[in-house]
């Protein structure tokens, strides 16, 4: 395994993890106790973490000056911990969370389980935001954040 990354795999595994909440909101909207105003809510932040999406592929698209540039993970940890976080913990729709939603929970345990998956999606950015060269991408960054 390539013991380095790129700011581009990083945009990339950030796009992922947005595609995932896309996805973790539309099923939470499709929830039986929903009203109207729930189902909307849900929509309405499915909408956002698609807007933050396309902020990460414009964003990847546009800072071609640091795409080529590593960052120095020797042992991969960095690698398999970002990919990790994206593929299996924020807003994972496979295992756990597909299982929560299909069993039925009520509209204030999916909300507690998005709040907990947001703050670990913000934690996830604070890190991307470090490894960051560009103070336009920090702005970003911050905005999502």
């Known amino acids: 395994m390539n013991p380095n990354f790129s700011a ?16 973790f909101y539309t099923n939470a909207a499709k929830n039986p106790e ?6 909307n809510y849900f929509l309405k932040l499915a909408n956002m973490e698609e807007e933050h999406e396309k902020v990460f592929t414009q964003m990847r698209e546009r800072f071609t000056d640091i795409q080529n540039k ?11 911990y970002l990919q990790a976080w994206a593929d299996g913990k924020v807003f994972n729709e496979k295992g756990e969370l597909a299982e929560v939603l299909t069993q039925e929970k009520n509209i204030q345990e999916i909300l507690k389980i998005a709040i907990g998956l947001e703050t670990d999606s913000i934690l996830f950015y604070v890190g991307m935001k470090e490894m960051t060269e560009s103070e336009e991408s ?5 905005n999502i954040i």
């Open 70 to 80: 590593t960052i120095f993970d020797p042992d991969g940890h960095v690698v398999l």
């Open 34 to 39: 929903n009203n109207e105003n729930t189902k």
């Open 8 to 23: 581009d795999e990083i945009y990339k595994i950030a796009e992922q993890m947005e595609r995932n909440g896309v996805k």
């Open 138 to 142: 920090k702005k970003e960054i911050d």
